[in-house]
């Protein structure tokens, strides 16, 4: 059975390729599981989703723990815990970074003995995230060996197909030139066995003394503190507004924000970028196109914020 896992961030499209790849496998006969995993999260959020594929019946369920291969498509989430980029890692696991950096970079920064291959597809055009699912399908498909190009199409084909022919091609490319890419490495991704409960081993579960609801219960201590929770970590695209087009028609698109992140001073709106998720209502909502986006890695280069 193939285990893969793909991690991205809320926007990235990892819901997406997990479909392409699975439908994929489904078109060279394999049976297929594929899922996302992700809560109330938005746009930036570490998300992950995961595909199994087997020629026998899958009665697994639930998180990929032990994968086979491990595709990362934002890099910024490798050393965030909550994202369990690394959770599972083994020796025969393949990992497969989207990242500008090389793979012998990775590979000191990580001191795993897995395959790490980096793949640079994106570093033209970061801002377009849309379409880094289907880069990663793409890439996730030619390493796993099994997938044949023509499968791949046509997955893409089918899963985009409401989308429109503009964007099927754009994803189309992105994809087969991921495909192409990962040539030098077709097949290195393991067919690893099937799990088996026989030798299941039960946890060791601690005991917790039982308190009184006032001392274990939880408690509110204080109303208004979710100021302290920096969510503007998840931004993956930074809305930026030109004050040149600004009409000052602030109403619209602080009442729109959906976190309350946009402040109005002097008549004219401020983007708190402490709590701007990137979710971009702000951009689609704002009448004169005064707000504009950027691609939030390019802002950090420059040393934060414009």
């Known amino acids: 059975m193939y285990r893969i896992r793909f991690h991205g961030r809320g926007g990235q499209g990892m819901k997406t390729a997990s479909r392409i790849l699975g439908t994929a496998f489904f078109k060279q006969g394999f049976e297929i599981q594929d899922a996302p995993r992700y809560g109330a999260e938005r746009r930036g959020a570490p ?36 994202a369990g980029v690394l959770v599972g890692l ?103 066995k099937n799990l088996s409960a026989n030798n299941y081993k039960s946890p060791d579960w601690i005991n917790l003394p039982f308190d009184e609801a006032r001392i274990s219960a939880p408690d509110i201590h204080a109303i208004a503190n979710s100021i302290k929770v920096n969510t503007g970590v998840w931004r993956t695209m930074r809305p930026v507004i030109n004050y040149k087009k600004c ?17 109005v001073h002097d008549n004219l709106p401020e983007i708190d970028y402490e709590h701007c998720k990137g979710c971009l209502v702000c ?24």
């Open 47 to 82: 998300i992950f989703a995961y595909v199994r594929a087997s020629h026998k019946l899958i009665k697994e369920r639930g998180n990929i723990n032990h994968p086979d291969l491990v595709v990362v498509a934002d890099d910024t989430l490798v050393p965030v815990p909550g």
């Open 247 to 263: 009409n000052k028609c602030w109403w619209i698109c602080s009442t729109f924000c959906p976190d309350g992140a946009i402040k």
């Open 90 to 192: 083994e020796n025969d696991t393949v990992l497969l970074i989207n990242s500008d950096e090389t793979t012998h970079t990775w590979k000191h920064r990580l001191n795993i003995s897995g395959d790490v291959i980096t793949l640079p597809v994106e570093t033209e055009d970061r801002a377009e995230l849309r379409f880094i699912g289907a880069t990663c399908s793409g890439a996730a498909a030619r390493l796993i060996g099994d997938i044949s190009r023509e499968s791949l199409e046509q997955a893409i084909k089918e899963e985009l197909t409401d989308l429109g022919d503009d964007v099927i091609e754009k994803n189309l490319t992105k994809a087969l030139t991921a495909y192409d890419l990962m040539a030098a490495h077709e097949g290195c991704v393991s067919n690893s």
């Open 283 to 306: 951009v689609a909502q704002c009448p004169p196109h005064a707000i504009e986006t950027i691609a939030e890695e390019s802002v950090q280069k420059q040393g934060g914020q414009s």
